[in-house]
């Protein structure tokens, strides 16, 4: 409503133009896009956090070739692919309603790299790092692009055991980090002011889905 409100009174002012740049788009975890601005009637453009996911990873976990991406669920399965392949690593999958997880009980696993869209009780991933310290794995990191850690997430964190558990900054994460010391944040600030950019000048942002500004 804030939005609408402040998009309003720029229409108001007059504005020719305005763009909303929304780092977390809220009510929409159970939306997929299944193609290009799909749901909307005037120009989407959606920006992935993998590029800067990639990058993390390849800048703070020294022996990330011999390590696993693995999704919490079955929903995560393109995501982890994706990602996987960009690696040349594998990947694994957690089934959370079946009695056993589906490719990782089937797999020795030493280290795992969880990976999900957004995490908000913190319930699904946590349950995933006990699964893979059950299958074996002696160290796990949880990557994740929207932080939300609503309710008792902080206190799950505190009381998993991951190396880190990693979020972009969509969502303001200084309070979070004084009550949890795993929590570390990509900065994706310069990614949305580079898609502000291209979109005032009239340029493509298709750049940014599969590059990270340094």
């Known amino acids: ?28 975890c159970q939306d997929k896009k299944d193609k290009s601005r799909g749901f909307f009637d005037i120009p989407v453009d959606s920006l992935y956090a ?10 703070n976990i020294s022996e990330w070739r011999n390590w696993t991406i693995v999704s919490p669920d079955a929903g995560g399965a ?8 960009r690696l040349n690593v594998d990947f694994a999958l957690i089934h959370k ?8 009980d089937r797999m020795v696993l030493v280290v795992a790299i969880l990976v999900d869209d ?3 009780t913190c319930g699904t991933i ?15 990191y949880a990557i994740l692009t929207h932080g939300i850690s609503s ?8 009381n998993a055991c991951f190396e880190a558990v990693v979020v972009t900054n969509t969502i303001p994460q200084e309070d979070k980090m004084k009550h949890c010391s795993e929590i570390q ?16 000048n009239g340029e493509s942002v298709s750049y940014l889905l599969s590059h990270v500004l340094l």
């Open 1 to 28: 409503m804030e939005l609408l409100i402040m998009i309003n009174a720029c229409k108001i002012a007059p504005a020719s133009r305005v763009t909303a740049v929304i780092p977390c788009f809220p009510y929409a």
């Open 126 to 140: 946590c349950h995933a790092a006990d699964k893979l310290l059950s299958a074996g794995a002696t160290r796990v």
């Open 118 to 120: 957004m995490a908000d």
């Open 151 to 158: 309710g008792p997430a902080i206190s799950r964190i505190n």
């Open 50 to 59: 993998e590029p800067a996911v990639l990058k993390w990873i390849k800048e």
């Open 78 to 85: 393109k995501r982890v692919t994706s990602i996987a392949d």
């Open 97 to 104: 309603e079946g009695k056993k997880a589906n490719e990782v």
């Open 185 to 200: 944040v990509i900065d994706i600030s310069m990614n949305l002011a580079e898609a502000i950019r291209r979109t005032h």
